[in-house]
């Protein structure tokens, strides 16, 4: 335990007598008062649906579906609506044919494209319609997944660790899980290979359910618009609203290479109006609405400050280098590669609004305050579960004696927006230590394979991101900090990363390689040497952090089990991943001092392109493909485009299918609004909006511009066509 162990102490002197501290946020309670214009705090309220709407299969709110949107929610209606949806590599997507069409957004497989263009093709740029059914493009290592059946199996993993001591206890876990796995891919064994079975630890680890997926391995792309489209307005638009997004793409699963035929899809729906019900399928990721206030404050002022500071510098240097050389910055792809920082950027920033605003702290404190009554007012969870939010404060407590090692190696090693020549000189040291120890060639050859794959980086940009490796470390270490010397050598982080660059060979795949075939590479290299210098206190600081986490981890799942022997499925878990369905409303709201529009039309992204696109200077991210620079001739610009809901989603939603009480597609999930960030924390409708692609716009787009009618037919009518002719003929 970190407790008992000599580090624990050596750090927090070392610590006090730097004075190395990060910014925290202190608001007194006039401040507060002054911030919620003179409302007393005290006097706020939690609101019933502040844990959100991620409602489970196995939980189905069937009942308040029913008496809130007036039809009936039955067992039928959600093993329809679970079995029409699937879960795809980052994403979710639906079937919308009897023919195994399946709709997603085109940015879940943007990458796919891609990789499907053929010699002369670059189908990202020009889009793709496969014109006949033996056009349709296999996707190499692709796959879908079904939920085919849902259990809930806590008392299972229950009875096993509970008796299971402190130390045993993952292994425990561990093993009934196999246990289960085991017996519920025999029990749908007619699926073979495909059947796979994951088991997912809900309220942070106070329940468990096996999720039992059929896994569709032959999935084809059928219709994918042009970049410009799916991705328009980039990322001066991402997390923003009004928006003028194509974003959606058709795949369609195969089985022994013909259609496959699901039982269940969604049909094509008719569109939407202001104040419809609509209902988001899908799987949405990792929320920490269950977290404590104490885990909240520490994450308010510890990790996502140290996450907003490095996503921003890092994103810095890719905008420097894109402004300088743009045709260089096109060839490497540096616009996607911004766009993944700043989309966490946004997110955390979002996130870091949410903490600091003293409205949501304090209605997460007051249903953290009515939980803890619940559990005194029983003497026996109290006697079980009454210390539990202390002891989640005390670990907050520990962990922040860490903050300063936090910042300092806060993405080290991270081959996306760290810098490579840390990255390959950590792995060039494990390699040399396994060489040491006499590891087998096996090991020697992943461990190899593993450095093998660090690819060089343009050297602007390398230099810029290793330069703020260096600034963070006198940012949070402090000058004097051993490691901050041993860095900057005297110099300041900019041209300490120049020359370290100039004499390190570990900028170079190749060379570090090479050097280390040769027996050559060693401590004489700057960069080596450095991680020499780092070793001794990330192999301490890593690991004594885990235990602090593991303790978290088993404090959390205690408190997680409480709080479902209080409030039952009534809250929702947080996020995790897993098929959840969630309800709203379509509605528009306040912005800018006027109204948000439920939905926006074609006019609107004309409006985008004209105004942003031609001859401002801002063209790429609002252009548009040649085809679509005029108004394809048929097309009514006042059809809905991208439309709003209150309907509870996040990151992993995207894709996810917009569907009416009829069980009818209505639109496909895209974004949030930036008032959505939140959501993270605290699910607050007053104007976080979920934002959808409208399937008019998709039907229209198909219809005048792609020139897709068999893939029409088979929407509306459920008609699969081999190819556009036999479409059109059937047609006249």
């Keep these: 335990m970190l407790r008992s162990c000599g580090f624990r102490g050596r750090v927090v002197r070392l610590a006090l007598s730097l004075s190395v501290t990060l910014p925290l946020l202190v608001i007194s309670s006039e401040s507060a008062r002054a911030q919620m214009g003179g409302v007393d705090l005290d006097t706020i309220q939690a609101g019933r649906f502040d844990y959100g709407k991620m409602w489970t299969f196995e939980y189905a709110p069937a009942d308040y579906f029913s008496e809130t949107y007036g039809f009936d929610a039955s067992p039928e209606w959600f093993d329809r609506a679970r079995l029409s949806v699937l879960r795809i590599p980052g994403c979710s997507a639906s079937f919308v044919s009897p023919h195994g069409l399946v709709a997603t957004n085109h940015h879940c497989v943007r990458g796919r494209v891609a990789g499907l263009s053929g010699e002369g093709e670059d189908l990202l740029s020009d889009g793709f319609v496969a014109r006949t059914l033996g056009d349709e493009r296999r996707i190499p290592g692709y796959y879908a997944d079904q939920l085919i059946q849902v259990q809930d199996i806590s008392a299972e993993v229950f009875a096993v660790t509970d008796a299971a001591s402190d130390e045993d206890r993952d292994a425990a876990r561990s093993e009934v899980v196999q246990e289960v796995q085991g017996r519920l891919k025999a029990e749908h064994a007619s699926g073979g290979d495909s059947i796979w079975v994951q088991v997912i630890g809900l309220y942070n680890g106070g329940r468990y359910s096996a999720y039992v997926f059929r896994r569709f391995t032959d999935v084809r792309l059928v219709v994918a618009a042009e970049v410009e489209l799916g991705f328009f307005g980039g990322d001066p638009d991402n997390f923003t609203y009004p928006r003028y997004d194509l974003d959606f793409s058709f795949l369609r699963v195969y089985e022994d290479d013909r259609p496959y035929q699901p039982e269940h899809y969604f049909g094509w729906g008719a569109g939407v109006e202001a104040g419809d019900a609509v209902f988001i399928i899908g799987n949405p990721g990792q929320t920490n609405r269950l977290k404590t206030i104490a885990q909240l404050e520490y994450q308010r002022d510890v990790s996502v400050p140290v996450a907003v500071h490095f996503l921003g510098t890092r994103l810095g240097v890719l905008a420097d280098f894109r402004k300088a050389d743009p045709e260089g910055a096109r060839a490497l792809g540096i616009r996607n590669w911004m766009f993944g920082l700043s989309n966490s950027l946004k997110a955390n920033t979002g996130r870091l609004e949410a903490l600091n605003q003293p409205m949501i702290m304090a209605r997460k404190a007051d249903a953290e305050r009515k939980l803890q009554e619940a559990i005194a007012a029983d003497p026996a969870m109290s006697a079980t579960y009454g210390d539990l939010f202390d002891r989640l404060a005390a670990i907050q407590v520990r962990k922040r004696e860490f903050a300063a090692y936090t910042g300092a190696f806060q993405g080290m090693g991270s081959t996306f927006a760290g810098s490579i020549t840390m990255a390959r000189a950590m792995r060039a040291r494990t390699v040399l230590d396994a060489i040491a120890d006499g590891e087998s060639e096996e090991e020697m050859v992943q461990l190899m394979a593993e450095l093998g794959r660090v690819r060089d980086r343009a050297p602007e940009v390398e230099v810029g991101f290793l330069a703020h490796r260096f600034a963070d470390f006198e940012r949070y270490l402090g000058a004097d900090h051993p490691i901050t010397k041993a860095a900057l050598g005297g110099l300041d982080a900019q041209a300490a990363a120049n020359a370290m660059l100039e004499n390190s060979i570990l900028g170079s795949g190749e060379a570090t390689l090479a050097a280390i075939e040769a027996g050559t590479l060693g401590v004489d290299d700057p960069a080596m040497a450095l991680i020499a210098e780092l070793l001794p206190l990330t192999s301490e ?85 040649e085809r679509w620079k005029t108004p394809p001739e048929g097309l009514d610009l006042s059809t809905p485009l991208n439309f709003i809901s209150t309907t509870d989603s996040y990151g992993g939603n995207s894709g996810s299918p917009a569907v009416t009480p009829a069980l009818e597609l209505v639109g496909l999930n895209f974004d949030r609004n930036i008032n959505g960030l939140s959501r993270d924390f605290i699910y607050l409708p007053e104007q976080g909006r979920n934002v959808m692609v409208d399937v008019r716009a998709i039907r229209a787009a198909l219809e005048t511009v792609y020139d897709a009618n068999r893939i029409v037919a088979e929407l509306v009518a459920g008609m699969l066509y081999e190819s556009e002719d036999a479409a059109d003929a059937a047609a006249m």
């Design 541 to 625: 600081f890593r690991p004594a952090m885990g235990v602090l986490t593991s303790e978290e981890n088993d404090l959390q799942a205690a408190l997680g089990r409480v709080r479902f022997e209080v409030y039952g499925s009534e809250i929702p878990p947080d996020g995790s991943f897993s098929p959840r369905i969630a309800d709203g409303i379509v509605k528009g709201y306040p912005y800018n001092g006027t109204i948000a529009p439920p939905y926006t039309t074609f006019y609107g992204l004309y409006d985008r392109y004209f105004g942003h696109g031609e001859g401002v200077g801002l063209g790429e991210e609002w252009s548009l493909p």
